[in-house]
């Protein structure tokens, strides 16, 4: 298992930005499914965008298309999800996640139970 930490949430407005990391430790992420999912309260987590760490192949869900992006530093070991125009609709906790079935990322972002995960952390969006 990979060992993942976040970083990066915070409170921020509608329509403001925030970058939040993922930094890995125990293998590169090249071999890897890759993944953000995120979670309101009251709510199941759900994956909003993921990466095929061999191919770089992405796949978002339809609420964050074009909103939001992920890249991936390779010496750092460590994904990104940029989320730019943020609503307050996105508040939630998000987490990473990895895997090294590659194919558990795929166009349907079905919310499997990735091998490894990030602790969460918060993103609130409000004025």
């Known amino acids: 298992q990979l060992q993942l930490v976040e970083s990066g949430g915070g409170l921020v407005q509608p329509g403001g930005s925030l970058r939040l990391s993922c930094a890995a430790s125990g293998s590169t992420l090249d071999s890897y499914a890759l993944a953000w999912f995120r979670q309101l309260p009251g709510r199941d987590r759900e994956t909003i965008s993921c990466m095929q760490g061999s191919t770089g192949n992405q796949y978002y869900v339809d609420f964050v298309r074009g909103r939001f992006t992920l890249s991936r530093d390779n010496a750092k070991s460590t994904l990104y999800l940029q989320m730019n125009s943020l609503k307050p609709e996105d508040t939630a906790v998000y987490y990473c996640?990895?895997?090294?079935?590659?194919?558990?990322?795929?166009?349907?972002?079905?919310?499997?139970?990735?091998?490894?995960w990030g602790q969460g952390t918060q993103v609130t969006v409000s004025s």
């Open positions: 996640a990895a895997d090294p079935l590659e194919r558990l990322c795929s166009p349907q972002l079905y919310p499997y139970n990735y091998d490894s």
